[in-house]
């Protein structure tokens, strides 16, 4: 009869994952979590600021652009609105996940966020303007990607599929320059 070893060949120890399960205080986030959960949930505060001002800047331009020739702009302007709000429900659901707070305070969105808001009334300077946006969410989720590095793999997943839309973003106002 062969020998009960509660560690797997692979070096997994299964009881020692099943014992530490059991600590269901913490939800999702367990023992083997190697992140620093208070510097993780500001950067996804930080972002999720940053995505509620980009909503609120393309809704400005959705309902503010006019002109029966820039019906695809506005359509693009609400599409991209759409997927920041998709960004930032994401964020609010990790910080959760990690024991946080989303901080929604409007009072201070704009400090939080590395974005800026913009009330443009041309049409070119509203494309600048979420062209540079873009630009900025892009370049902090990577920083944000290469500080998580491989301590968080839920939350370096859930940034890296957001900064491939804001790549997209970036590429489609790119296009709509004169």
Known sequence: MAESNPTHPAGIDREAIREAARNMLDGPVTSGYKGDREAVIKMLNDALATELVCVMRYKRHYYT?????????????????TQEQEHADSLAERIVQLNGEPDFNPATLLARSHAEYDASDDVQAMIKANLIAERVAIESYRQMIEQIGDTDPTTRHLLISIMAVEEEHADDMRDLLE
């Open 65 to 81: 652009v006019s002109g029966l020739q820039n019906g695809p702009i506005k359509a693009e302007f609400l599409e991209h609105a």
